[in-house]
């Protein structure tokens, strides 16, 4: 089974930007969509971002022109650009396919953005 290593998180001041990382174990071009998802504390996991394997792309309205999500299968990569961060960004960050997420989840990797 494919294993998901999320890396790239931080503190950042409020306005600044983070890129994060997502290693698969494995090849993930047979992988249709892989998707980046969050959870702050005392909230449910939801969606950020996710890319097709042809480079489609769809975002959470909350991220819409700040975020930008990619993908290098040659790298087994999936990345999530965060730009204008926000407070409200504060969150474990997570990547799994898309939509329907492995049933198993990585580590992830802790935003915080401070105001």
């Known amino acids: 089974q494919v294993q998901l290593v999320e890396s790239g998180g931080g503190l950042v001041q409020a306005g600044g930007s983070l890129r994060l990382s997502c290693v698969a174990s494995r090849s993930i071009v047979s992988i249709n969509r892989m998707g980046w998802y969050r959870q702050a504390p005392g909230k449910q996991r939801e969606l950020v971002a996710a890319?097709?394997?042809?480079?489609?792309?769809n975002y959470a309205d909350s991220v819409n022109g700040r975020f930008i999500i990619s993908r290098d299968n040659a790298k087994n990569t999936v990345y999530l650009q965060m730009n204008s961060l926000k407070s409200e960004d504060t969150a474990v960050y997570y990547c799994n396919k898309y939509p329907l997420p492995l049933g198993y989840w990585g580590q992830g990797t802790q935003v915080t953005v401070s105001s």
């Open positions: 890319i097709s394997s042809g480079g489609s792309t």
